[in-house]
């Protein structure tokens, strides 16, 4: 059985994980004056920023779950290459273009950074779970 300061690392670590995610959220969201809005096939700014914020929001709740032995080291040394990565090619595309990156890019690498954090919470015992149990249980989403 969990300990209940597990359970309030996974906690922590959920809402560092969400945080930056409604940061995300809201600036993509936001519509200022005609001058404001960017070309919606750039992502500048904000967005920029509240992607390499979550990385980094990711990145402390692995070492959060490593902290609480909710993974071993060598499971949060491939998460955190893996983050690490992400935030590096963000950073990169973001500096050779004026702090842009071009929408595909930023939605791959929003995609890549969620399987990061969905395998962070299936490792941690904390992922969503699929199926109703009619099979025999329910198993991790992913």
Known sequence: MR??????????????????????????????????TPD??????????????QAQGVRQGIVYARQANNITPAVA??????????????????????????????????SHLDRVDQRLMIDTGSGFMMGDGSDGGNYPNG
Do not use: N
């Not at 300061?5 to 969201?29: E, N």
């Not at 700014?45 to 992607?51: F, H, Q, S, T």
């Not at 491939?78 to 950073?91: P, V």
């Open 40 to 53: 919606p096939t750039d992502m500048t700014g904000p967005r920029v920023e509240a992607l390499i914020q």
């Open 77 to 110: 040394a491939h998460l955190e290459m893996r983050t690490d990565q992400i935030r590096q090619a963000a950073e990169k595309i973001a500096a050779s273009d004026h702090g842009r990156i071009p929408a595909a890019q930023y939605h791959d690498l929003l």
């Open 3 to 36: 300990s209940s300061a597990s359970l309030k690392t996974a906690t922590l670590a959920a809402i560092l994980i969400a945080a930056p995610l409604g940061a995300a959220y809201a600036a993509g969201h936001h519509r200022g004056g005609a001058l404001d």
